[in-house]
Each structure stands twice: as structure tokens, then as C-alpha cells.
């Protein structure tokens, strides 16, 4: 908290002169800077009650208001302007719509390389921090992540199945159909962790199956 809410004397006086004539100037000090340092800390402006209170208290001290100074608005449109004040301050448009044509162009392009929603999202926050847009709500992120990497993972499944034959379609299903002395079917095998590199592995089991029959090229 010391380390990223601390106000600079910079912004102190950006807040101070951008106050306007309403009575309760304190407040709207104390408002400007939690959604100054807010924003600057998380890129967009969180909801006044999610705003910790340990942070609302370091704020207020750091700017020299009385514990009664609350954060509180007593009209819409000066948070409005509010958020358009921080916006100005520190470089950002806010447009929504734009801001999720970047997640999406971002997630769908990664998503073909990458399967972990959590680097998919990373990666678009970072592309609409670069593009100077104020980032739309995580839940945002999360639904977009699964629903385009769902989209890209059915395609690439649909082309590993347009390019294979229709023996080596048949091929994945005989692994279901055959099985060892313990009843257990071969498609068991995959489920299993691979050997570390050993150039004295045995294949003269796997060669003596007939995989070609089941649509796999001869071991060599």
C-alpha cells in the first residue's frame, strides 16, 4: 500500500485544482485521489464499496483530511466527471467497445498456441494497455477467454479430422477395442506420464503389433 497509493505532490495539487466550487471539497479530494491511485494500480475504476477501507484510511491521511472525511458523492455526473479528470491524467480513452475488439483479436490469435486462460488473459490486458484504453471488467476477460479458446480449439480438432483418412479415423477407435490381460483398453496407455529420453528402450513389443491394419504407419 505504501509502495503504490502513496499520492505524489504532483497529483496533490492536480487534485486540488481540479476541484470545483461544491461545499463538500474535502470529499471530492479525497474521491479524485482513491480513483486516481485506484486506476493507476488496477486500469480501470473500481465500485466505491469494493475500494478497501484500509485503503480509503491511508488515502485520507496521505492527503491530510479528518476522519469524517468520507468517500462519498452527492451527484452522478461529478463522479462522471470525476472519471474523466483521471482518464486525462493518466492517458486513456474510454471506449469499451474498442477495448474488447483488442481481447478478442488478442485471445483468438494467442489462442492457438496457448491453452491457459490465465496467459490469454494476461496477454490481452497487456495489448489494451498498449493500445491506451481503459480495461473493461476481469469477468469480461474470463468470458471472453473461454468462449473464443472453446471456438479455436473446435477448429483445430475439425481440421486434425478433415486432413485424416477414414482409416486413420478408424485408427484412435481400435484403441478402444482392444485390450490387455487386465480388461484394460490401449487408449488407457495415453493417459499415462512418457519416459524420460533412454536410447535402451525395448520397442520389439510395439513392433510386433499390427498397427499398420489399424491405420499407423510401420514402427521402424
Known sequence: MHLFFPPTRDELQWAAD?????EHLLALLLMLMLKLKSYQRTGRFPALED?????VEFVRRQVELSEGTLPLYRADRTAKHHRGLVREKVGVKHDQGQARRIVERSIRKEAAAKNRPADLINIALEKVVEAGR????????DKMASKIRTEVNASIREGIHDRMSPVQRAGPLWLLEERDSAGTTLFNRLKNWAYGPNLDVDFTPLREQDLTAAGFSQAA
Open 18 to 22: 481540479a476541484r470545483d466550487g461544491d
Open 51 to 55: 475500494v478497501p477501507e484500509q485503503v
Open 134 to 141: 481503459e480495461l473493461p471488467g476481469f469477468s469480461t476477460f
